[in-house]
């Protein structure tokens, strides 16, 4: 799995981060997603998949 984010696409909703936490922060300045792992673990892939389905402004792209 590879992850990969339009930071200027992402409005700060913060889902991305309550799903994968391991893989996404936030900006402290504007709350813009950070990738934090673009190949997150199998054992990570679910949590990742349902961060790119609840995050609003569809900012989170995976290729499998």
């Known amino acids: 799995m590879k992850v990969t984010v339009e930071q200027g696409k ?7 981060v309550l799903h994968a936490g391991d893989v ?9 997603v950070v990738l934090l792992n673009e190949n997150p673990p199998a054992e990570q892939a679910e949590s990742v998949r349902e961060a790119a389905t609840f995050c609003p402004a569809m ?3 995976i290729e499998e």
Request: with cysteine.
């Open 24 to 32: 996404f922060d936030q900006r402290d300045n504007d709350g813009v």
């Open 10 to 16: 992402c409005v700060g909703s913060g889902q991305c």
């Open 59 to 61: 900012a989170i792209q």
